[in-house]
């Protein structure tokens, strides 16, 4: 049945609040709050800031909590900025005594925010607040055990044995970068020594004559390859001789028109621009003249030239262009163990990985579960040294236990799962599948937070798990009060009976 409702727009006066002033506690964004070690944030951040000079900097709070929230929502800088505006939820996030209409900072703050929390912050920050989590789950765990049993006498204590199970793997995060060939880039670094003569030639126009770019024909030969469909090596080739010929020979008139001081007209955006744009043009050359693809520390954006293509050989995409991220999982929890922007293997990281392990927890771990490329034969002897069980195969021939070996190979893959669906997680959940940030050290800060914030969402998982336990314990101590009230005074009526 359908019940027509009053259609007409309601006045703000008619408009009910549900929390009638106070806010819930049990909302997502008030539970995070009291999840974070707000003070322990605090210490990291205050050195990056004078005692005595420079105006009063926003608070560690709103700066990494903005962070936060643009990493949950997946938002914009500037969306970020009108969410935490309309919504009292973020607003007490942030560390607002009140709600307030106002937009309590610009959103071109954002960036400075990235620059002032670094990975390395990010890094101690995930630690003390997954070490404080695991702590709580801890001391509630031992609760349940001690009302089961009697405590351990002391005599009884022995030093921990290798105990837990440790995730390792690495995954590459593209950056927000075009697929780069190199006669794009030729183009573009064609197109942007031009934008240079034309402003160091502003101020003398009418006074002398422009020098030549041919732009209007290097354009024309530039698209008639990049329009065809499938063009072929050769006259790709021809190609890249073209536009390189045009870059240098742009470059040689920007070093005229520099030696006579005529540099200081450009715009700091192109300046930044003509040491990549050199560097782009040697290694072009370089590949053009011994006709190979391969070059050390290859430039493959002009805007973020610290970005390299990392092989992956992935279906989907075989070279992928971002930073390669090592991380370990244990029990849900997420470590970021390195960020790197060049081509490595990740199976020379798998030693240090474990003494981190073991750093944290003061014991190694009993089995240590990682892909293929990781059981290389030192990974193996350290392993096999302190008592680790490393998962996969062993070498040599296949023992004849009854596919006991086999069996345990498959759980230990099936044990691995939890690793990948957390870079899922990071690439459709959240932001990890297209680093936004420009800035190298700003992507690896939208990276860092990524991490955490999805340590954040399984602490927040379990503080709403261990509130519903209590309260689903509070209504069974309440219902078999009532039954025994219930059963008392049927007894009561069958006497008076």
């Not at 390299?308 to 070279?319: H, S, Y």
């Not at 750093?359 to 350290?382: A, L, M, T």
């Amino acid at each position: 049945m359908y019940r027509a409702e009053d259609e007409r727009q309601l006045e703000l006066v008619e408009f009910t609040l549900p929390f009638e002033g106070k806010l819930d506690p049990e909302n997502r964004w008030v539970i995070m709050a009291h999840a974070l070690p707000w003070e322990e944030i605090e210490k990291r951040y205050a050195h990056v800031f004078s005692e005595d000079n420079g105006a009063p900097a926003k608070s560690v709070r709103m700066a990494f909590g903005s962070l936060l929230i643009k990493e949950y929502l997946g938002l914009t800088d500037r969306e970020t900025v009108e969410q935490i505006r309309e919504n009292p939820y973020l607003q007490y996030f942030l560390g607002l005594k009140e709600y307030s209409k106002e937009a309590p900072f610009h959103h071109s703050l954002m960036t400075y925010f990235r620059k002032r929390l670094s990975a390395e912050t990010l890094f101690e920050i995930n630690e003390t607040m997954v070490k404080q989590a695991r702590k709580k789950q801890q001391e509630r765990e031992e609760g349940k055990r001690a009302k089961k049993q009697s405590p351990p006498d002391d005599k009884d204590k022995q030093p921990p044995s290798n105990q837990g199970k440790l995730l390792v793997d690495a995954t590459c995060t593209p950056a927000d970068i075009a697929y780069p060939t190199d006669l794009k880039l030729l183009n573009e670094a064609r197109e942007k020594t031009e934008a240079i003569i034309d402003e160091m030639h502003e101020p003398f126009v009418g006074k002398e004559a422009k020098p030549r770019t041919y732009r209007e024909k290097a354009r024309r030969q530039y698209l008639a390859v990049a329009k065809q469909k499938r063009a072929g090596a050769k006259k790709i080739r021809r190609a890249i001789r073209q536009q390189l010929q045009y870059v240098e020979r742009n470059l040689k008139t920007i070093d005229d028109m520099t030696a006579k001081g005529r540099l200081v007209y450009v715009s700091k955006r192109l300046q930044r621009l003509l040491p990549v744009i050199r560097e782009l043009v040697k290694q072009q050359r370089f590949m053009y003249e011994s006709g190979t693809h391969r070059v050390p520390d290859r430039i493959v954006s002009l805007y973020q030239p610290h970005v390299r293509p990392i092989v992956r050989g992935k279906a989907k995409n075989e070279t992928e262009f971002g930073a390669k991220v090592s991380i370990s999982l244990v029990d849900g929890y997420s470590y970021v163990e390195r960020i790197g922007w060049d081509a490595y293997n990740e199976s020379c990281d798998l030693i240090k990985q474990i003494e981190d392990y073991k750093k944290r927890f003061g014991f190694y771990p009993e089995s240590v579960h990682v892909d293929q490329i990781y059981r290389s034969q030192e990974n193996r002897r350290f392993c096999r040294t302190n008592g680790i069980r490393l998962s996969g195969a062993p070498l040599g021939r296949p023992k004849q236990d009854g596919g006991e070996a086999k069996r345990q190979w498959r759980q230990d893959e099936r044990d691995r799962c939890p690793i990948e669906g957390k870079f899922g997680q990071g690439k459709r959940r959240f932001t990890l599948g297209r680093i936004m940030a420009r800035l190298k050290q700003t992507a690896e800060t939208v990276i860092s937070v990524s991490f955490l914030v999805m340590n954040l969402e399984k602490v927040r998982a379990w503080i709403l798990s261990f509130l519903f336990f209590v309260l689903k314990g509070v209504f069974q101590r309440r219902f078999s009060a009532h039954c025994r009230l219930l059963r008392a005074f049927d007894a009561t009526l069958a006497t008076a009976a």
